[in-house]
């Protein structure tokens, strides 16, 4: 079995005015759908960041991927990490902490392969009729919990306005509690994450507090700033916090680099404040993992199968952080239902993946939605491992053509969360680490 072709689909699909220390969400997000053909009429299908640059990245390995073995993914691996234009991986490298996920140029090999691997993965399962799960070794959970992702945001729909979201303004403690309900209600999550970095510490505090009034101490609480406090900010947070953050909660990126959340990890147990301190800032790859380990910076690693360098790497990072005796939880960026079902089986084959999974799913508009018949269902916060071959989606055509035509209709080719806070809140905003 030999790929044939590869498709590359530039979409955009409606997203909402989610604020975070980055800025502000586009009305659009821009996604790449992958697809590719077998020379025995297999597809295999896969979905990775959007707009030109994870676009030229796959045009670039165009040829090494046509004729190549779908089963033959190590080699493929092995001469990209060859590529010269691919830096090496400094740890700590500072475009880790200001650079939206999706635009760093140190996880561009491992972007572009993934979205390969993904595909490749889904041409396996359907060649051997398992699902992608079993193909990489086995499934440890037949169904995956993902985590209620709270954001403040102002009002207005994404898209070209007509997509309004069923939350409104979120810019207060009630408001985010009131959009939590919604969410679980919808849902079913069972963890609930916070996006912070947006509204002073003493309101991100507020919010966690009334959060858990509402939702009670069995559900685990998470905030993430990312990187917005300065340390002495991150441990009176943590102090503050203490209680809520606690029984599998976690505090994610709370300040810049691994060297500064090691000195906030220090400080709070110094105070007897014992909360994990999660990343997926400062670690997005191995090299990370031990430095982060050695200095005790961070105690849970995000993963995230589209840059950690697909399913298998993830699976590797599930070993390696049990070796290490850290936790592992699992990061999104706004997404589709073709990305669902690619982190949903990977998820269930990592053995140290315990934490709810972090998914922009909600966000995003059921009409947007490029998987045939339509939105992917949770039950009770998770997602189930289809009884069918590969990923267990296929494309809808039609809806493809859509998001492409948006894609071609509107002037975005990069996420720049910046530049959308400029234009839209306020003309002089910069992001500034640490705000607080
Ligand atoms: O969508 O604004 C966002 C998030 O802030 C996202 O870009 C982050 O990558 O969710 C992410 C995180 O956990 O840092
Ligand atoms: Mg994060």
Known sequence: MRISELKLHSIAIADPPLRSSYGLHAPWALRTIVELHTDDG????SETFGGEGPRAALEAIRERVIGMDPFQLAGLYEDMSRDEAVAAHAPGDRSQTWLVPGENPLDQK???FAAIEIACLDIIGKAIGKPVCDVIGGRV???VSFSAYLFYKHGGGGGDGS???QYGVVLDPAAAVKECRQMIAEYGFKEIKLKGGV???SLEIETIRQLRAAFGPRIPLRIDPNCAWSIGTSVSVGEALHDELSNGGYLEDP???LSGMSGVRKKLLEKGVEIAIGSNVAVTAFPDVTRAHELDAVQ??????HYWGGLRQVQYLSHLTQVLGMGLSMHSNSHLGVSLMAMTHVAAAC??????CDTHYPWQAESDEIVAGGRIRFENGSVLIPDKPGLGVELDEDQVARGRERYENIPYRKRDDEAEMRQHVDPGWKRVLPRW
Do not use: F, H, K, M
């Open 42 to 45: 297999i597809t295999g299908i």
């Open 110 to 112: 491992n972007r572009t």
């Open 141 to 143: 959970r037949d169904r």
């Open 163 to 165: 997509y309004q979201d």
């Open 199 to 201: 509204l002073d510490p």
């Open 255 to 257: 300040c810049p680099e």
């Open 300 to 305: 849970i690693v995000l993963s995230d199968p």
């Open 351 to 356: 053995p140290n993946l315990t934490y709810a």
